[in-house]
């Protein structure tokens, strides 16, 4: 029964007051005339009574409260279990009646307190959804008010939102912990689920207290989300919502026209709509490569024929689309390669039937497997054709099929494909397939692995590693010395100070036209030469004066003319070539000459005169001169003695003889005095100067 607020206050003020009053005239009386009582707990005693003898104490039944209370001895006892969200307030009358028959009544106003004993509700605990597979991120699955729960107690109520199928969470969510709203937080994919169970939990405390569950069972429709896939296809990190097709490859004959669909690699044109709830029906057509339009496409199966013969060999790289037909939007492209060859008339053939081999424990990939009684020669699987004039052909390639210990390269060879660990007898099958006709043969490798045994270092066998690294150090080696004699040619040419060209193209010409004719030189290598003629020609050459000089030089230069026109007409270009540049690079050193060119050929001594050499005659030589000079007879013995000069008195004396040979001008001391018409004289001079420090050495031969 519900009693006004405003009554239940007025009775609150009043109890005290009233119980006092009849405590004091009556014989009953309650020690708390407004108790408390949790709900939904019963029996409960309420407060303790106390009657005066000869007194009674009854419960007032015109009051429906009262029938929630019982009197048991001295206590008043809650008997009913009464619920606050029922019966928040009961009001009980108790009558006590004196021995005389007059009664009084007690007023007892008893407040039921509320506990947290009811779980909140959902209106819908199971709710059922079908979700498209391509709805868009963040719609609303489930509204609020359907997921909404209530709470008898009048709590705030939290939420949470899990799954039941694996791999599933993280695809919805709820709006917020007291928000209940479910949404599509990740894209949906029906490959990788097709429905998923949400279970959402109602709590009216933020920790664990009385909860309540919601059962959202949720199934996904597929949609036309994916265009056709050509087969057959790889999927790509196991992801099943992309398969990646290779392209398709066939061959035909020249001057051919098969009626029947080709056949290609690795099967024929066939795409599939991957939406397979949906499965669309697929349609063909050539889009583009088809030149001649020499091929076409079976729309609805995808069989690929020919329309015409081709008469030379062609390849066409053909574009086949494969469209759905409810969707024209929804498409894939596929390369088709066709090749047109020669007719194969002979398929390959092996000449034998069983290869024997075998290879040692223990050797690293990569290794060769030997012939077997040859541990020396790798052994090599060879495919003949008949379609070949020496058999050989260049398109078959080699595989095996059933060993993955062995690989086979192109070239026949059989090389182990990882680390043999223990002995034993391996049967390969292998295949020799002509990469352009599809023809194949097919023989047997028997491999016997065997324990590595010691050898010695005569019968020590190389991989190819080995010659490889050997070879890389046997190059880098002739590169260093390549470069060490070029340092040394570089190096020969600056100590001499003619430029390594120059010397190459004065030693050419000397080769072809004979050289200049150095006399002296000649002599001194010569001893057999008689005596009397050279100290002849030298004799002349000292009593010459001042213009003796040009004379040697006219007299080159016809002796030259003489030796060109002798030559043949290449000799003759080259001979030319080589005195041309010769006389331009002369001209060039005798233009940066600072000092006046003089003749050494003097009847006076200038000491003060740095920086020149001269000769006088015997005659002529002071004997009190502050410089040493030395006569000596020439004579056959001293030329003897000559024979052990340095290389590089022979190098000077050719350049002396060059630089009177081109020019007719006399550089340092490359002077030749020799002449054909001079008398002999009796003795020859030679004086050779030499400054050191303030003194002059003269030294004369």
């Known amino acids: 029964m519900a009693i006004p607020h405003w009554l239940l206050m007025s009775a609150l003020f009043l109890l005290p007051l009233l119980a006092q009053i009849s405590s004091q005239e009556l014989g009953c009386s309650v020690s708390n005339s407004n108790p408390s009582v949790p709900e939904n707990k019963c029996p409960y005693v309420v407060t303790t009574i106390h009657v005066q003898p000869g007194f009674t104490l009854t419960i007032d039944p015109n009051y429906p409260d009262g029938q929630f209370f019982s009197i048991e001895g001295s206590e008043l006892q809650l008997t009913k279990c009464v619920d606050y969200e029922e019966d928040p307030v009961l009001l009980l009358f108790l009558t006590c009646k004196d021995p005389g028959g007059q009664s009084d009544s007690l007023q007892i106003l008893v407040t039921i307190l509320n506990e947290n004993d009811n779980s909140p509700v959902f209106p819908q605990p199971n709710i059922t959804r079908q979700v498209p597979e391509d709805t868009e991120v963040d719609t609303v699955i489930v509204a609020r008010e359907e997921v909404t729960a209530t709470d008898a107690d009048l709590d705030t109520i939290y939420y949470e939102l899990t799954t039941t199928v694996q791999n599933t969470d993280g695809y919805f969510a709820i709006r917020g912990v007291n928000n209940p709203e479910i949404y599509l937080k990740t894209a949906l994919d029906y490959d990788k689920f097709n429905s998923t169970t949400l279970l959402l939990y109602a709590r009216d405390r933020p920790v664990t207290t009385n909860t309540t569950t919601a059962t959202i069972t949720i199934t996904i429709k597929q949609s036309d989300t994916r265009a056709p896939w050509f087969l057959p296809c790889t999927q790509l990190h196991n992801d099943t919502s992309v398969c990646i097709s290779s392209p398709y490859s066939g061959r035909v004959n020249i001057s051919e026209m098969p009626t029947d669909p080709l056949l290609l690699e690795p099967g024929p044109i066939y795409a599939v709509d991957p939406d397979y709830t949906i499965s669309d029906r697929i349609v063909y057509r050539i889009v583009g490569g088809n030149t001649n339009e020499v091929f076409s496409v079976d729309a609805d199966t995808g069989n690929l024929t020919m329309n015409k013969i081709v008469t030379s060999p062609d390849s066409f790289l053909l574009q086949v689309m494969a469209t759905q037909v409810s969707n024209v939007r929804k498409y894939s492209v596929a390369t088709v390669e066709i090749k047109v060859i020669n007719k194969s008339n002979f398929p390959p053939y092996f000449e034998k039937g069983v290869y024997n081999g075998e290879v040692f424990v223990g050797l690293p990939q990569r290794s060769f497997v030997y012939q077997a009684g040859d541990p020396s020669t790798p052994l090599v699987i060879t495919a003949m054709d008949e379609d070949f004039p020496d058999k050989v052909n260049p398109n078959i390639e080699y595989y095996l099929k059933n060993s993955t210990d062995f690989i086979a390269t192109r070239d026949g060879l059989i090389l182990t494909n990882k680390v043999l660990e223990s002995p034993g007898t391996v049967t390969i099958q292998a295949v020799g397939k002509d990469v352009l006709s599809l023809q194949e043969a097919s023989t047997i490798i028997v491999v016997e692995v065997i324990v590595a045994t010691a050898v010695t270092p005569s019968d020590k066998m190389y991989s190819a590693q080995d010659m490889a690294i050997l070879g890389g150090t046997l190059a880098a080696l002739l590169l260093i010395a390549l470069v060490f004699l070029g340092v040394l040619v570089w190096k020969s040419s600056r100590w001499y100070r003619k430029p390594f060209k120059y010397l190459v ?54 002796s030259r003319a003489e030796e060109i026109e002798s030559l043949p007409k290449g000799s003759i270009a080259s001979t030319v070539i080589f005195d041309q540049e010769e006389e331009e690079e002369e001209k060039e050193e005798e233009a940066g000459q600072e000092k006046e060119v003089k003749s050494i050929l003097k009847t006076d001594r200038q000491v003060a005169d740095d920086g020149y050499k001269a000769v006088w005659f015997k005659t002529d030589v002071d ?46 001391l490359g002077v030749s005095f020799s002449s054909e018409n001079s008398s002999p004289p009796a003795a020859e001079v030679t004086v050779n100067m030499s400054h050191t420090g303030a003194g002059t050495d003269d030294t004369e031969m």
């Not at 000397?510 to 057999?528: L, V």
């Not at 020609?537 to 030089?553: D, I, K, L, N, R």
């Not at 001169?625 to 340095?646: F, H, K, L, T, Y």
């Open 623 to 668: 004997p009190e001169a502050g410089e040493r000079v030395e006569v000596i007879e020439n004579n056959a013995a001293d030329d003897d003695n000559d024979d052990g000069d340095s290389d590089q008195d022979v190098w000077k004396n050719e350049e002396e003889e060059e630089g009177s040979d081109t020019n007719g001008h006399h550089r340092g």
């Open 505 to 558: 193209k004065k030693n050419l010409s000397k080769e072809t036209s004979g050289g200049h004719q150095n006399k002296y030189y000649q002599e001194d290598e010569q001893p057999g030469v008689s005596t009397r003629q050279h100290e002849t020609s030298e004799t002349s050459s000292v009593q010459s004066e001042t213009p003796v000089p040009e004379q040697p030089a006219l007299a080159s230069h016809f």
